[in-house]
Nanobody
């Protein structure tokens, strides 16, 4: 079965950095676009970052552009989200998602096929 397992979340202070990982199994990783979404308490899930299946493009939400970086290591079947300059408003459950050969619409939640269980990121002031 397909599994996406997020890790790397935790409790950090404002201004700190954190790297999230998502390990995929049960699929041909290089044929899937990968995305990161997050859901803060009392809010809807929102797009954070995505990378195409080809790795040729990345997309970011306006709030994290230039601050967070998404990358993938196909040899390890893993996608990463490097988060820097963390703020309390970044506190959320972060979810990893996979979309088969997804090129357009990386920010559209409905286009992704598989989802991980999420990892909690808490940023204190």
């Amino acid at each position: 079965q397909v599994q996406l397992v997020e890790s790397g979340g935790g409790l950090v202070q404002a201004g700190d950095s954190l790297r999230l990982s998502c390990a995929a199994s049960g699929l041909t990783f290089s044929t899937y676009a990968m995305g990161w979404f997050r859901q803060a308490p009392g809010k809807e899930r929102e797009f954070v970052a995505g990378i195409t299946w080809s790795g040729r493009r990345t997309d970011y939400s306006d709030s994290v552009k230039g601050i967070f970086t998404i990358s993938r290591d196909n040899a390890k079947n893993t996608v990463y989200l490097q988060m820097t300059s963390l703020k309390p408003e970044d506190t959320a459950v972060y979810y990893c998602a996979a979309g088969f050969r997804l090129t357009y619409g990386l920010g559209r939640e409905a286009l992704y096929d598989y989802w991980g269980q999420g990892t909690q990121v808490t940023v204190s002031s």
